[in-house]
């Protein structure tokens, strides 16, 4: 799992060319998270619920979070550097711009059509980043 999902995520990261507009920038980024929170949705739900039983699957299956969180803390760390963004943890404004689509995509995966809205991924990914990036400018 480690493995598979660590270089898997990381070569598709670096992949996004992360070097224009802010919004457009993170709103790759945000398509890039909805697509693999949805992939991995069922399989997320699964660890989720396992993982209280196997302390050593916590472990492995933090590691994928854990370093996208950590290129996108560098990419917002970036922009702050620039004087484009404000200056805030940028550990704690990744974790946030993630915590939009894995909330998400926990609450579907769990409660399916109850937590679904009418916006497509699409749209609602566009909302999610134009709150994140609204938040964020200077």
């Given at each position: 799992i480690n493995q598979k999902a660590t270089q898997t995520d990381a070569?598709?990261?670096l992949s996004l060319n992360l070097e224009g507009d802010y919004r457009e920038d993170m709103l790759r980024l945000g398509r890039f998270?909805?697509?693999i929170m949805q992939e991995r949705r069922d399989g997320m739900r699964l660890i989720l619920c396992e993982a209280a039983h196997?302390?050593?699957l916590q472990e492995v299956v933090g590691q994928a979070p854990l370093q996208l969180r950590d290129m996108i803390a560098n990419y917002l760390q970036q922009r702050i550097d620039a004087g484009d963004i404000v200056s805030r943890d940028p550990q704690v404004m990744a974790q946030g711009f993630l915590g939009f689509f894995f909330s998400y995509s926990i609450a579907f995966g769990?409660?399916?059509q109850t937590m679904a809205?009418?916006?497509s991924l699409d749209e609602m990914?566009?909302?999610f980043v134009d709150l994140f990036v609204q938040g964020t400018l200077l």
């Open positions: 070569d598709e990261f998270m909805m697509r196997f302390p050593e769990f409660l399916d809205l009418e916006s990914t566009a909302e």
